[in-house]
C-alpha cells in the first residue's frame, strides 16, 4: 500500500483545512486509517483514526486536543482518508501524516505504511 497526502499550507488562526490521503492497493477498506502528527521539535503524535466494527459501521478516535475541531472520515471507493481540520490554532501546526494499519488506532507501531507527510502551518 503506497500513501499520498496532500492538503497542508499555511493558514491563519481560526482558519480550515482538509487534508486528504489516497491509497494506492486492493485491501483499503480492511485498514485502520489515522493521521498523526509531528509539531516542530517534538514526537510524533496520535491525531485521529477511523476503523469499521461489525458491518458497515465506521468508528472515529481522536485525540483529546482535537475532538469537536476536527472531523476524520473515508471513502473506501476512492481509496481517500480525510482529515477536515477546523478552528486551527497555531499549536495545531506540524507535519502531517496519514498511516494505514490497525488493528490499534492510537498505536503508532499498529500502522504499516505511512503517507510522505503534508505541513501544516498556523499563524496567529
Known amino acids: 500500500v503506497q500513501l499520498q497526502a496532500s492538503g497542508g499550507g499555511l493558514v491563519q488562526a481560526g482558519d480550515s483545512l482538509r487534508l486528504s490521503c489516497t491509497a494506492s492497493g486492493r485491501t483499503f477498506s480492511s485498514y485502520v486509517m489515522g493521521w498523526f502528527r509531528q509539531p516542530p521539535g517534538k514526537e510524533r503524535e496520535f491525531v485521529a483514526a477511523?476503523?469499521?466494527?461489525?458491518?458497515?459501521?465506521?468508528?472515529?478516535d481522536y485525540t483529546d486536543s482535537v475532538k469537536g475541531r476536527f472531523t476524520i472520515s473515508r471513502d473506501n471507493a476512492r481509496k481517500t482518508v480525510y482529515l477536515q481540520m477546523n478552528s486551527l490554532q497555531p499549536e495545531d501546526t506540524a507535519v502531517y501524516y496519514c498511516?494505514?494499519?490497525?488493528?490499534?488506532?492510537?498505536?503508532?507501531?499498529?500502522?504499516?505504511?505511512w503517507g510522505q507527510g503534508t505541513q501544516v502551518t498556523v499563524s496567529s
Open positions: 477511523i476503523y469499521r466494527s461489525d458491518g458497515s459501521t465506521f468508528y472515529t
Open positions: 498511516a494505514a494499519g490497525g488493528p490499534f488506532a492510537r498505536l503508532e507501531s499498529a500502522y504499516n505504511y
